[in-house]
Nanobody
């Protein structure tokens, strides 16, 4: 089992930056591909970003590419999502997820463990 706890969300204005974190506990963190997803009420959960075991490769949704950066610190069992130039449409509950597979996937079904989610609200 892997337990994931997100932190760092909140209310910001358009154009601001925010960093959310996800602390993992349980099984060896460095053996998991990590991802971030988000969900707005009434919409499906969508892929945001993913990162490989070692952090040497990342992938982003087109909607956040160039604005968001995913990173990880395996010594601290933590994955981060740095969000810059935030827009009102980035408002959502952000979820951290861990995948036992090898490829950094973009689909929900590829992830085995999920955090409880954290609210990020961007006002215009």
């Amino acid at each position: 089992q892997v337990q994931l706890v997100e932190s760092g969300g909140g209310l910001v204005q358009a154009g601001d930056s925010l960093r959310v974190s996800c602390l993992a506990s349980g099984r060896t963190f460095s053996r998991f591909v990590m991802g971030w997803f988000r969900q707005d009420p009434g919409k499906e959960r969508e892929f945001v970003a993913t990162i490989t075991f070692s952090g040497d490769s990342t992938n982003y949704a087109d909607s956040v590419k160039g604005r968001f950066t995913i990173s990880r610190d395996n010594a601290k069992n933590t994955v981060y999502l740095q969000m810059n130039s935030l827009k009102p449409e980035d408002t959502a509950v952000y979820y951290c997820a861990a995948a036992a597979g090898i490829r950094p996937g973009i689909h929900i079904y590829e992830y085995n463990y999920w955090g409880q989610g954290i609210q990020v609200t961007v006002s215009s």
